[in-house]
């Protein structure tokens, strides 16, 4: 696997998607956001209102151990895919896109638990943003038009929401250090210097596997 891939996992108005979108830039390859979404409508056939209306929702049950009963027969179309409900399918669906992108190309993937997706992938580097509240508010305020106490609401909304969903679909703990290689903080660093310390420690961590 020559292929380097970051994940980005980021509280909500953190700017996380920004560093995503500047290492990106910077390094000469694909960002997928969005993007991940309609390629995984295209592969599996379902239409991409269905990825969007499900993208990064928590659900109300899921074993995770028919996940893994599932990949290791082939991929999500083994029978038990079948008998899944909906929201499990759209998820083995985006699971199955972002191991398939990881193996054809280097890239930076936003959120969707894909740190959990390539937690084999050995050139994988999985980053967390997070920034203050007053901060995160004061950003989403700017950018939406809305006052700074209805963005401070809609982040805590976003990050319960992203949790649920992170916590429940794998085996690790939204936000906590320990999920994560790197975890950078924008209220103390600019997104730019976010990305000089992704490739910093990117640098590093290829030094020490030689």
Not at 71 to 87: I, K, Q, R
């Amino acid at each position: 696997m020559s292929n380097k891939i970051y994940t980005i996992g980021r509280e909500f108005g953190s700017g996380g998607k920004e560093v995503g979108e500047k290492l990106a830039a910077e390094l000469g390859i694909k960002l997928y956001d969005k993007e991940l979404l309609q390629q995984a409508a295209k592969e599996s056939g379902f239409c991409e209102e269905i990825f969007e209306n499900h993208d990064e929702k928590p659900t109300s049950s899921f074993l995770y151990s028919l996940v893994m009963d599932t990949y290791s027969t082939g991929g999500y179309s083994a029978a038990p895919f079948l008998d899944m409900p909906l929201n499990h399918k759209v998820f083995l669906a985006q699971f199955d896109t972002i191991k398939k992108i990881a193996e054809r190309e280097s890239c930076v993937i936003v959120g969707r638990c894909a740190d959990y997706a390539l937690a084999s992938n050995p050139q994988c580097l999985n980053v967390f943003i997070h920034a203050d509240i007053e901060d995160r508010a004061k950003r989403i305020s700017k950018k939406l038009n809305i006052t700074e106490q209805k963005a401070k609401d809609m982040a805590q909304k976003q990050d319960k929401q992203r949790a649920s969903y992170y916590n429940y679909y794998t085996c690790k703990k939204w936000g906590d250090s320990k999920s994560y290689d790197l975890c950078l903080n924008t209220s103390k660093l600019s997104t730019d210097d976010c990305v000089k310390m992704i490739l910093e420690y990117r640098k590093l961590m290829d030094e020490h596997k030689k």
